[in-house]
């Protein structure tokens, strides 16, 4: 696929301290990433606040904390997204630095790998309060801070949540969730002005694997990431986002086109299993006349 082009301007470097907060340009708007301390929540942050944003990034450890307070532009702040405490503090710290709250992207997120039969209630239970609670949590709390700014509200999906593979059942169904959250809350924020939208990534390289195996002793194809690409572009696609003039709904952002196709034709399957055999089905020809009229609004990449 096409790698993303950015649409903004680099704004430049500035420290953490009081004297550069005077400093900063009025324009400067400040983000919150959860899950911030490695893989995509990681690179979100670095691209961010090398482009002159001011980055909030959550995560829970004392060394990822120092790490990322380390970085310009970013504060680390305490949080596990599924503890209200860690929330409501966060909440705090962000209203006192006064600068407001202009991007949330919902990050944080952990992998479950293997047959729904034998996967432990407790392994299920984890991934959807941070998969799916998680978001709806950290959506809620900072929710006044959004409406004040207009802002906006990214969520880290998956391609998972369209593919639904076997040994990815509790993972996929909390990434399906989703798809579900955003639309819904875009529907009901974009009247006061906030836009809601979702990243989608395919495999890329980042720790969730291997989360996951330390987690459960399980080892799985999933363990080692260290084969697919960095997660460049997932941050390219967050900067979009949350920053271009007219942003999409969904950010689809594969390694390759095959990945591309593999969830564009499940798409395309789902519609036909929806369609099939009820009493108001359409024809061939109507299902064309709808995506040719969907495509009006949401149109393909055009090649350079």
Known sequence: MRTFLLSILALGHISNGAAAESARPESTKAVLVTGA??????????????????????????ADL???????????????VTKQPDIDAAVATINKAGRGLYGLVNNAGVASVGPMATMSMDEIELTMQVN????????????????????????IGSISGVLASKDLNAYSMSKHAMEAFTDSLAGELAPQG???????????NSEIGASATK??????????????????????AVELALFEPTPKRRYMVTPDQNEAERTIRKQIE?????????PYSYD??????????ALKTSPPNKTP
């Open 37 to 62: 301390s490695t893989g995509i929540g990681r690179h979100v942050t670095e691209r961010l606040a090398k482009a002159g944003y001011f980055v909030y990034a959550g995560a829970r450890k004392d």
């Open 66 to 80: 120092a790490a990322l307070n380390a970085i310009p532009n970013v504060q680390g702040i305490r949080l596990d």
């Open 132 to 155: 799916l609670y998680g978001p709806v949590r950290v959506t809620r709390s900072f929710l006044p801070l959004l409406l004040e700014s207009k802002g906006r509200i990214t969520t």
């Open 194 to 204: 906030v836009i809601v939208n979702i990243v989608e990534p395919g495999n890329f």
């Open 215 to 236: 987690r459960t002793g399980v080892e799985t194809r999933f363990t080692d990431r260290s084969k697919y690409k960095e997660p460049v572009e997932v941050a390219a």
């Open 270 to 278: 789902q519609l036909a299993q929806l369609n099939e055999r009820q």
């Open 284 to 293: 061939r020809d109507t299902l064309v006349k709808m995506l040719d009229e």
